[in-house]
């Protein structure tokens, strides 16, 4: 390689960073003043004067205003479904429900912990409009939804529901409980209860042990003692 093109491969290496740097600094400013301020509330010289960087860097790396909040929203649901994954990949096999179970309370603490994340939240759906929140959601979360409940019921652990209907209503229950966090005066409190009524809902998907099938297709089970 000659020494000019060293040269230029160094410039551009330069450039990149810079470019990066500039783009991390417009999405931190930005979440800022979406989170103090609003998204209405706040022009775009506004961010780019946070950012210290120029109006014209800012439209180099977004097309409008709306572009740096969808970033914003992208890169937060993607950081809290990441844990969720992670949690479901490192707990026991021998317990999928548990698994299941543990990583919706995290999925909901989630949003507990991060008061920008709430902020955003409370946003998004004015911001970006329903069908392009649920457009960004089919890219992550629904994909993640579709496998897990694919996997259990051809693994035996769930019941054969419909996949898409169930995958639906699920994901907007999960949804609804997010903003159900998010407008509580006690996030953690509502944490409890979005969980509480999640894992009832979750009861009706799992498939009965073989002996709690018996009671039922025998008529027994609501007049065994103690039931």
């Known amino acids: ?3 000019i093109a060293k040269v230029s491969d160094v410039k551009v290496s330069r450039r990149e960073r810079y470019a990066a740097l500039t783009c991390e600094a417009v999405l931190d400013a930005a979440r800022t003043l979406f989170v103090s301020k609003g998204f209405d509330a706040t022009s775009v010289d506004e ?3 946070a950012a210290q960087a120029s109006k014209g860097a800012v439209y180099h790396h977004f097309h409008d205003k709306q572009a740096i909040f969808t970033a914003l929203f992208r890169s937060s649901q993607q950081a809290v479904t990441a844990k ?3 949690a479901m990949s490192t707990e026991s096999e021998a317990q999928p429900w548990r698994t299941v179970e543990t990583a919706i309370g995290l999925f909901l603490r989630s949003y507990v912990a991060d008061d920008e994340a709430r902020a955003l939240l409370r946003q998004v759906v004015s911001v970006l409009g329903w069908d392009r929140v649920r457009e960004l959601n089919e890219q992550q979360t629904l994909p993640f939804l579709r496998s897990t409940l694919q996997s259990f019921i051809a693994d035996g652990y769930a019941r054969p529901v419909p996949i898409e209907a169930t995958v639906e209503l699920f994901f907007s229950m999960f949804y609804n409980a997010v903003l159900y966090i998010t407008d509580a005066t006690d996030p953690e409190i509502a944490s409890r209860e979005a969980e509480t009524v999640i894992l009832c809902a979750l009861e009706g998907l799992k498939r009965p042990l073989a002996g709690d099938a018996l009671r ?11 039931r």
């Open 1 to 3: 390689m000659s020494i």
């Open 47 to 49: 961010i780019a004067r």
């Open 84 to 86: 969720v994954i992670d």
């Open 216 to 226: 039922v297709k025998a008529g027994t089970e609501d007049t065994a003692p103690g």
